[in-house]
T-cell receptor, first 113, second 117 residues
């Protein structure tokens, strides 16, 4: 089975709200995690990443939180905008040359005005 | 080029036909990955190249799937005797160095959507 999964397949929010997208992983050896955004008809686009030696990392309007104790990852989007509507995937990786990212199923974020 | 380019963007094949999907990675990128994305699912790893060497093909679902990158740049994913279950988006990604890390993220192309009738 998949080693990365998501708690909710869909999330609907109002413009301006904060969004939280969750992800659970099962591989204890994973030490690098990435959030990708995928819009319809496009490939996944990098949003933010975090290493396992950190528990929080902030970007522009986005924050990723990592809880290694419960193997949980979340993506927080502040002041969500209609342009944030997309499918969001978390992905994990083991810091080893040549290893591939493993993706979860994704959460569809819908932002209404 | 500025990004990862894939062609064709859309391909319709009759069951049993062979198809070839092309990926032009970002110039100078060492690593190249192929992923398969079924409708409503996350991308699933197929195979990985470092330059021209195919270092991991553990994700290829059957021996009908074959990938190559003969000169360490452009890659082709070939699917022989296509089946309906092969219908998916095939994504190519590249990265500058040999492994994924904070300074070496994967950049994805828009994908090739294959529909097998």
């Amino acid at each position: 089975g998949e080693s990365v999964g998501l708690h909710l397949p869909t999330l609907s929010v109002q413009e301006g709200d904060n969004s939280i997208i969750n992800c659970a992983y099962s591989n204890s050896a994973s030490d690098y995690f990435i959030w990708y955004k995928q819009e319809s008809g496009k490939g996944p686009q990098f949003i933010i990443d975090i290493r396992s030696n950190m528990d929080k990392r902030q970007g522009q309007r986005v924050t990723v939180l990592l809880n290694k104790t419960v193997k949980h990852l979340s993506l927080q989007i502040a002041a969500t905008q209609p342009g944030d509507s997309a499918v969001y995937f978390c992905a994990e990786n083991i810091n080893q040359a040549g290893t591939a990212l493993i993706f979860g199923k994704g959460t569809t974020l819908s932002v209404s005005s | 080029g500025a990004g990862v380019s894939q062609s064709p963007r859309y391909k319709v094949a009759k069951r049993g036909q062979d198809v070839a999907l092309r990926c032009d990675p970002i110039s100078g990128h060492v690593s190249l990955f192929w992923y398969q994305q079924a409708l409503g699912q996350g991308p699933e790893f197929l195979t990985y190249f470092q330059n021209e060497a195919q270092l991991d093909k553990s994700g290829l679902p059957s021996d009908r799937f074959f990938a190559e990158r003969p000169e360490g740049s452009v890659s082709t994913l070939k699917i022989q005797r296509t089946q309906q279950e092969d219908s998916a988006v095939y994504l190519c990604a590249s990265s500058l160095r040999g492994h994924v890390s904070g300074a070496n993220v994967l950049t994805f192309g828009a994908g090739s959507r294959l529909t097998v009738l």
